[in-house]
């Protein structure tokens, strides 16, 4: 073992003292391997666990579990009620078409339903990775890994009516494959779990006196047959039961009391834990004394305002976390009653479920406002709030339960269930926003990428290497950055967000306008905002236009109202997409699909192209048949259409996130089929192409894409781009129209090439799609925004995304970088042809490379198993083998053919891979060689200088005095410059220098001076007289200078007489300092004997 005093560490290593001091924690003075090792392993799991739980989890799309049954019985529903007759149907099912018609009627519905009908009353882990859920009505429902229903069945108990009976809850006994379910009679019934075709129950706890409301199971994992089980009912009494034999035998001992609304039995603490929703005892905690003899056990009781609906228990911590109904989530030392050690505030309901993971250091907290909030539980604060996905509707009961080892989030909201699935982590994850990219574009004046996230920071870089240049914060305050764009000029850009305002900022910060979009105080969301040489217009969640003209900027007005559109609202569901072209075209795309060109000038609609628009009959068949459920009122002959649009608004999905959810992938019955959410001419194919040929793309729902003629309003191709997806968005290069660049929600883009795409008319819909140039997945999430640029002959793609990252890639897939990653990146000419011919050429040297390396190990092995024939036929064995075999050994290696030579086999091929060395290596020994050495100056001819000659000196430098006079003095050369009087034309005026109130406040300032100066010396006379009448008279003597009758030698100084005092030795008074008008005046009176000094006064 090593080790070395403080002192040698301090004087050898000096900058190793702060290490020293954290890991010599008790001051000993010594550090070993042991305790640095110690200290290295817990600095990294502590980081280790920092990082996994500040790290924000991504969620994949809120999906429902349903039953392909109850859809069957659905379809059949629906056979049975188009009005065809009775006996055309019965034909049909009892035929073989049938089958496929329900497969085909099955694939297309929306109508999953779930198999429970009430409340479902908890969620919970089978062995073999499956779940459970089961009703309150007692519908117990089996799920795969797969999420797929395998098992639906109904349970009961014979003591009371189906109908009359609830069931409470139920926890699966996982150590003896069995089920314990409590209903409303009174009962617990135990159900087995290890037959697959049957459901029975093996045991029933009955003739309790209240019902139990909540369920708990613990087993030992040391022992699996000591488990307990405990429940807690309605007289909020806790109450378990002790197994010690529960693979052999149940119910050998008596419960013991302990709780209420809630109930666990915890190993670590050996205790039991149960709320309520009282004040008192909020919490309480049984101490459980197995060999007690007493079954009163001794309780702790928490007092939480309003009491608990939930709680759960984390062991590493030693943390118990209660959902209040008072909309807070506290955090409790088990053995601190005082108050809890954090309170976790951001819940605007009451707090209905609470669970810890364990693995992140995480608590997943469900509030009844149907938000999911998740935590760090050590920094105590929110990292991701989660509302909006779940369904809508009056109040419901909800469960949650998380499964850890699958990273599952299981929510049920009364009869339905739901779940959502933690999508893979992404280690060392480059992230260029800390929140999701809304949008990032191309500044070709400052050769800028600016990108902008939902939390209103927007970012600045350099396109060349990817360097951050500016960063602005706070776009918005408080409200979400929803789109960023440039005008036509590149010198500002517009922010828009969720509060409905537009802000015009230069390169610099600044803000210079505010712009309100929203109508009648109703702001809508900002979807998409157009610079136009005349106006600004801007559409969003909204089925009006909003323009702002020039004129509204000319005044100094910081806060800018919207004008009127000419051509009103045409447009009958909400504005997702603008376009302009440069013929005074303006086109604006819907949510339904419909998309109307404008005349930009008259500001009136032109033509509404709706080919592919929902049509009313459509809208009628999908209210009868998804809308019907939501409690609208419908009339004999059709519907309520405000009731519906009412209905509609309420349900809209409104983002491209959230349309994932959609069944069918190319189905556009779902709510986004239709939507538009991009639009874009080309502007290149006008001058290039024959017209009526297609010059505006527009695509949205389900990943369509379509191109359409301005010109004669028809629809030219349409082809799906991505599969399986709610909606893409895309981007063309504005230089040549050559790429079409197009992401969906789930991060992957894909490049066309539509060079030679319907650049001729045609009289029929082409359904084909253009050549695909390259397709790659550039981000993990939903891709944002998109836009192109061209950089050294080299087309790139700059696209944003969900998952906070800004990439810069190429259109040929090849990636360029991240904005935000430590390494720069430098963009060079790139040809798609010579790399082809270098990868094809690297391609064929390595296959030659091998096969020669195969051909030659078969050629080993032949001649290594190869054995002639005539050895082969004289052989005989050895005669020691013969006589002594119990004795006799062979060395496989050195007495055989094989061995050897397979020796001799290894030895070649060891010494044939070794590296060898390279004696003729210019750069190496081209001292030796003579030949220039290898590098970036190989290629110069560098040869010997040539001789020089005698040099002959020139005659400037053997005469210097021929051409070189004697040096002029400096007095002679330099000039004497003229005085002042001389260089002056006119007399110096102060009047014609200063301004005129400087020199009126000048002199009011001498008057105001003069006066005060007047005012002090008359009052100083004044007090002088005064002072003068009241002194003695040799004191009047001595002051008009009759001094010399005065006792005592006369001292002359400077011409003045000046009396010394009879008595030097006598204590004078102290002098006072007379005003100077005084002292002046005092200087001024004479008299015979000479002046008076100041001094004496």
């Known amino acids: 073992m090593m080790s070395r005093s403080y002192s040698d560490i301090a004087t050898v290593m000096p900058k190793y003292q702060d290490l020293f001091d954290k890991i010599d924690v008790t001051k000993e003075g010594v550090v070993d391997w042991d305790k640095f090792a110690s200290h290295m392993l817990l600095e990294f799991y502590e980081k280790d666990d920092r990082v996994k739980s500040t790290q924000v989890p991504q969620w994949k799309d809120l999906k429902n579990l349903a039953s392909i049954a109850s859809a069957r019985a659905v379809n059949l529903a629906k056979i049975f009620s188009d009005g065809t007759p009775f006996g055309n149907k019965l034909e049909m099912l009892l035929s073989g078409v049938s089958g496929s018609y329900l497969l085909r009627h099955e694939a297309k519905s929306s109508d999953f339903i779930c198999p429970h009908k009430e409340v479902i009353q908890n969620i919970s882990t089978l062995t073999g990775n499956r779940y459970i859920a089961i009703s309150r009505e007692g519908c117990v429902s089996l799920w795969g890994q797969d999420l797929k229903l395998q098992r639906s069945l109904k349970t009961g108990t014979d003591t009371c009516r189906p109908r009359d009976l609830w069931v409470t809850n139920f926890i699966p006994l996982h150590n003896i494959n069995k089920i314990a379910l409590s209903f409303t009679s009174k009962e617990i019934a135990i159900y087995d779990l290890s037959t697959k075709l049957e459901f029975n129950c093996q045991y029933k706890i009955q003739g309790l006196d209240t019902t139990p409301l909540c369920l708990d199971y613990w087993f030992n994992p040391e022992n699996a047959n000591e488990a307990i089980l405990s429940w807690g009912d309605t007289g909020g009494a806790v109450n378990a039961i002790y197994f010690f034999s529960a693979n052999i035998a149940l119910f050998e001992r008596p419960p013991a009391p302990a709780g209420e609304k809630q109930v666990r039995y915890s190993a670590y603490l050996e205790c039991f834990i149960s709320c309520a929703t009282t004040w008192n005892n909020s919490l309480v905690i049984g101490w459980l004394e197995k060999h007690a003899a007493t079954q009163n056990m001794k309780t702790t009781t928490f007092q939480i305002v309003q009491g608990v609906n939930a709680f759960d228990y984390q062991e590493q911590l030693n943390l118990i976390a209660t959902a209040g109904v008072n909309h807070h989530v506290c955090l409790w030392n088990p053995y601190v009653v005082s108050k809890p050690n954090g309170v976790l505030r951001g819940h605007m309901a009451s707090v209905v479920q609470v669970q810890f993971n364990k693995l992140r250091g995480q608590l997943i907290s469900f509030s009844k406002d149907k938000v999911l909030r998740i935590w760090d539980v050590q920094l105590q604060v929110c990292i991701q709030r989660l509302a909006g996905m779940f369904p809508k509707g009056p109040e419901v009961t909800s469960i949650l339960y998380y499964d850890i080892r699958h990273n599952r989030l299981f929510i049920t909201f009364n009869y339905q269930l739901t779940v959502m699935e933690m999508k893979p982590e992404i280690k060392d994850r480059i992230m260029t926003h800390d929140k999701p990219v809304v949008g990032a574009f191309y500044n070709s004046t400052y050769n800028q990428v600016v990108s902008a996230g939902q939390n209103g920071v927007m970012i600045m870089w350099m396109l060349d290497t990817g360097q951050k240049v500016k960063t602005f914060h706070d776009l918005h305050g408080n409200a979400e950055v929803t789109t960023l764009c440039q005008d036509h000029s590149e010198t500002r850009i517009y922010s828009g967000s969720t509060d409905g305002t537009v802000k015009i900022w230069d390169f610099n910060g600044h803000c210079y306008h505010t712009l309100h979009c929203g109508q009648e105080g109703q702001p809508a969301d900002v979807g998409q905002i157009l610079s136009l040489k005349r106006s600004i217009v801007v559409v969003g969640w909204a089925k009006h236009i909003t323009v702002f003209r020039n004129q509204s900027f000319r005044d100094s007005v910081f806060n800018i109202e919207p004008s009127e559109w000419k051509g009103g609202q045409e447009h009958q569901d909400d504005i997702l997409a603008l376009a302009f072209s440069g013929s005074n075209v303006l086109a604006s795309g819907s949510y339904d699909g419909e998309i109307i060109l404008w005349n930009n000038n008259s500001e009136q609609a032109s033509y509404h192209m709706i080919q592919r628009a929902r049509k009313q009959r459509e809208k009628s068949k999908i209210f009868l048949t998804s809308v019907t459920r939501e409690n609208t009122k419908v009339s004999e002959n059709g519907f309520d259409s405000n009731n519906y649009k009412e209905e509609r608004s309420k349900t809209r999905v409104k983002s491209r996130t959230a349309s994932r959810i959609s069944l069918g992938a190319n189905d556009e019955t779902n709510e986004y089929g239709f939507a538009v959410t991009r639009l874009i001419f080309l502007e290149v194919r006008k001058s290039m192409a024959p017209p009526g040929t297609a010059n505006l793309i527009s695509c949205g729902g389900n990943g369509w894409v379509r191109f359409w003629s301005s010109v004669t309003h028809n629809l030219m191709a349409e082809f799906v781009a991505h599969t399986q997806v709610g909606s893409v968005i895309m981007a063309v290069d504005q230089l040549t129209n050559k790429w079409l660049v197009t992401g969906d929600v789930d991060g992957l883009i894909k490049v066309w090439n539509i060079a030679d795409y319907v650049v001729q008319p045609s009289d029929s819909v082409i359904t084909t799609p253009p050549p695909l140039q390259s397709q790659f997945q550039s981000h993990n999430d939903m891709v944002s925004s998109l836009d192109m640029c061209t950089r050294n002959e080299r087309p ?121 060395k390279i004696d003729d290596l210019a750069y190496l020994h081209w001292e030796k060689t003579g030949k220039a050495p290898a590098g970036p100056f190989s290629a110069l001819d560098t040869p010997e200088l040539e001789d020089v000659g005698t040099l002959t000196k020139p005659d400037f430098i053997v005469n210097p005095h021929k051409y070189f006079s004697g040096r002029l003095s400096v007095e002679d050369h330099v000039p004497r410059l003229p005085a002042l009087a001389e260089s002056l034309n006119a007399a110096y005026d102060e009047k014609t220098l200063f301004p005129k109130y400087i020199l009126e406040f000048e002199t009011k300032m001498k008057q105001f001076h003069a006066k005060t100066l007047s005012e002090q010396q008359v009052r100083a006379g004044r007090g002088f007289m005064k002072a003068v009448t009241g002194q003695s008279n040799s004191v009047l003597s001595k002051l008009l200078g009759e001094g010399d009758s005065q006792k005592g030698p006369v001292s002359t100084i400077g011409g003045s007489s000046r009396s010394s005092p009879p008595n030097s030795r006598r204590t004078q008074k102290p002098h006072k300092l007379k005003p100077i008008s005084v002292r002046s005046s005092a200087l001024s009176m004479k008299s015979s004997s000479g002046t008076i000094t100041g001094t004496d006064y």
């Open 796 to 916: 790139l793609i700059l696209s944003a995304s969900s998952d906070c990252s800004v990439q810069l890639w190429d259109v040929y897939g090849n990636k360029i970088g991240i904005f935000g990653q430590e390494s720069h990146w430098k963009i060079e000419r790139y040809d798609p042809k010579v790399e082809e011919v270098d990868k094809q050429s690297e391609a064929s040297e390595m296959s030659e490379t091998e096969s020669s390396e195969n051909e030659e190990e078969t050629e080993d092995a032949d001649e290594t198993m190869g054995i002639e024939p005539e050895l082969d036929s004289q052989w005989e064995p050895d005669e020691r083998a013969t006589d002594d075999p119990a004795n006799y050994r062979i060395n496989v290696w050195n007495s055989t053919n094989l061995g050897k030579d397979y020796q001799e086999l290894r030895i070649k091929k060891r010494e044939r891979r070794q590296p060898n």
